[in-house]
Each structure stands twice: as C-alpha cells, then as structure tokens.
Nanobody, 117 residues
Framework: QVTLVESGGGLVQAGGSLRLACVASESISEIVAVGWYRQDPQDPGDQRDLVAKIISGVTMYGDSVKGRFTISKDNAKKTVYLQMNGLKTEDTGIYYC?????????WGQGTQVTVSS
C-alpha cells in the first residue's frame, strides 16, 4: 500500500504560479508511472483528467497544459512535483497524485487549486 500526500494547492490569480508536491510513503524509483490528474468538483460525474505524468521515464501532458506545466520527481525525496505557470481559470479543480504499477493503482486525497480571474 502506497500512501500519497499532496500539498501546495491554494487560491491564485490568473497568470500566477503554484507548485504542487506529492510525497509517497515508499520509494517511487521503481513505480512505472507517477502523475497528476484534475477533477472538477462542481461536476460529480466528471472523470479525473490527465494533467501530467511520467511513465517509464517519459513525460506526458494533457493538451491544455502543454508549455505551462512541468512535472518532475525526486526519487531520493520520494516526491513528485507539478510546477504550474500561467494559470488559467479553467485550471481550477482538485488535483490528485497517482502512482501506478501493474495491478496496483494508488491515489492521494487531492489538493484544491482555485484560479480567479
């Protein structure tokens, strides 16, 4: 069982920046994929959309955040980061950290990001 704890969310004006962090309870160096997903809390049926992930060393981004967000990880600190620049109101949502290995899928509790106009 991997526990993931997110931090760094908050309220920011459009155009601003935030840095999210996700600390894992165990080593992430052998985890196949780590990443961030966003969910709209105003829409209970909304699925968690990919924001960014690192899978087998390759980074992938959702189309809406390319060029603005950067995902990185520090294996020694068991931490995954999401640097978010040029924030837009449509980036508002709950951001969840995810860790995935075949047969094992873990989620953090989420951190709220609100971007005001």
């Amino acid at each position: 069982q991997v526990t993931l704890v997110e931090s760094g969310g908050g309220l920011v004006q459009a155009g601003g920046s935030l840095r999210l962090a996700c600390v894992a309870s165990e080593s992430i160096s052998e985890i196949v994929a780590v990443g961030w997903y966003r969910q709209d809390p105003q829409d209970p049926g909304d699925q968690r959309d990919l924001v960014a992930k690192i899978i087998s060393g390759v980074t992938m981004y959702g189309d809406s955040v390319k060029g603005r967000f950067t995902i990185s990880k520090d294996n020694a600190k068991k931490t995954v980061y999401l640097q978010m620049n040029g924030l837009k109101t449509e980036d508002t949502g709950i951001y969840y950290c995810n860790a995935w290995n075949p047969g094992r899928n873990f989620w953090g509790q989420g951190t709220q990001v609100t971007v005001s106009s």
